[in-house]
């Protein structure tokens, strides 16, 4: 049966000519034409999202050249044999629990341990409706984003900030703003600025440790400032801790859902610290967010991994993650000690970089007038892979700055990798000359 194209205004768009096409099809099966789908697509499809994370990750897998692209954790660090012990013992145990369906808010056990795990490093145990295990950091916001945002609604992030965040608003037609960040993280006193000219947002995104892409993280003070307007003007804190467990020293301000718990919910993840293979993650905050969350996800895929859910919690009650992370900080922090002593010593004058306590991340600002797609175009001949700046920033600005991920990156490769990085900005300084 021919369905009928939805009633619609767009009368000669590239959506009704793909519908024609279909038609023309169906009336004569025998004349072959090819459909263009893309003209089908949703007109949400159309946000200008771009390759985004597909050609990062893409890049991040080429073998033949020094790669500080894609933010993956190292393989080393991931868990070894003990997986598989714990593995066969859920395996034989008689327990079909791990390799069943399971509840939409995750299984009670791995949500137990969840609860546990943040009541001891975050001084807040949830209570059992404000918590819900998820399918990675991705689908919270995913989640969040189907519950709360209807088109044009607006949402403040940092800028730059993490690309899948700014792709995740928008996919539901957000009016995605970017409020700038500075060496102490997100510049609260730009957010009344933000909401003056655009209104009161829905949520607020914001990455306060060790952040994704620039590797500096929130002053305390600011936290408090946060929750604070939050409070005051009505929005929700979407919190990303993804590196919050992966900070080089012991400095770790409290978490904004620590301090705000009626007006945050805190997006974890397990990738960076358990491996992203097994697409895990929390969320916690107030029962009617995660209620509402629950609702969306029992469309989006139902429940989380009920196998991984079950191998994160054996894993995490045997002092797994703590060893774990344990190792991931040594060695993340040593490239980036190796980082920051490549870049002072091969980068020319005007070039300035973050210096960051934690994560996978530095992001530099070579001279004004540079422009960074250029040169990673450059780069790429030079064999040298990094992510130009634009993608995160929500309003395509940001074309001289550049993000370095050091989390995968041999460390003999580091010093190497920026001293051709450097000469392809001093290059192109000169040719600008
Ligand atoms: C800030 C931030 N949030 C979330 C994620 C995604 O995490 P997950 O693998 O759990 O979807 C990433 C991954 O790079 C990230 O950098």
């Given at each position: ?185 997100l510049d609260v006193d730009g957010i009344g600025a933000a909401i003056a000219r655009q209104g009161r947002p829905k949520l607020l995104y914001t990455i306060p440790d060790h952040q994704n892409p620039t590797g500096v993280s929130m002053a305390s003070e600011r936290r408090q400032a946060l929750v604070d307007l939050a409070r005051r003007h009505g929005f929700l804190i979407v919190e990303d801790v993804a590196y919050r467990e ?188």
């Open positions: 049966m021919l369905h009928s194209p939805p009633r619609s205004s767009n009368a000669g768009t590239a959506y009704e000519r793909g519908w024609t096409m279909a038609i023309d099809q169906q009336a004569n099966p025998d004349t072959v034409r090819a459909v263009d789908w893309t003209a089908l697509f949703a007109a949400r499809t159309r946000a200008e999202i771009g390759p985004g994370l597909a050609s990062i990750l893409a890049l991040a897998n080429a073998t033949d050249l020094i790669s500080f692209s894609g933010g993956f954790p190292d393989p080393a660090t991931f868990p070894g044999p003990i997986l598989a012990e714990i593995l066969a013992e859920i395996v034989t145990s008689g327990d079909s629990t791990a390799l069943q369906y399971g509840p939409t808010r995750g299984l009670p056990g791995p949500r137990a341990f969840v609860a546990d795990r943040l009541a001891e490093r975050e001084n807040r145990r949830p209570a059992e409706d404000e918590l819900a295990i998820t399918s990675g950091g991705i689908e919270a916001l995913e989640l969040l984003g189907k519950s709360f945002l209807d088109p044009d609604d607006v949402v403040l992030v940092e800028a730059p900030t993490y690309l899948g965040a700014i792709m995740a608003f928008r996919s539901f037609q957000a009016n995605v703003i970017g409020v700038p960040v500075d060496e102490a993280g992966l900070g080089f020293d012991d400095d770790r301000p409290p978490s904004l859902w620590t301090i705000g718990p009626d007006v945050v919910v805190q997006s974890g993840t397990f990738s960076k610290t358990f491996f992203p293979g097994v697409r895990l993650g929390w969320a916690a905050g107030p029962a009617p967010v995660v209620e509402q969350m629950v609702l969306a996800k029992q469309n989006t895929d139902q429940c989380a991994g009920a196998l991984g859910q079950r191998l994160l919690e054996e894993y995490g009650r045997r002092g797994g993650l703590e060893e774990q992370a344990g190792r991931a900080r040594a060695l993340y922090g040593r490239r980036c000690a190796l980082l920051m002593e490549a870049l002072a010593t091969h980068m020319p004058a005007g070039v300035r970089w973050t210096h960051p306590r934690g994560g996978f991340f530095s992001w530099v600002t070579v001279t004004a007038g540079l422009d960074t797609v250029e040169l990673a175009s450059r780069a790429l001949d030079r064999r040298v892979a990094f992510v130009p700046g634009r993608p995160f920033f929500a309003d395509g600005s940001g074309g001289n700055t550049l993000r370095l991920a050091f989390s995968r990156i041999d460390d003999g490769d580091i010093d190497e990798g920026v001293r051709r990085l450097a000469e392809v900005v001093a290059g192109a300084l000169g040719d600008q000359r």
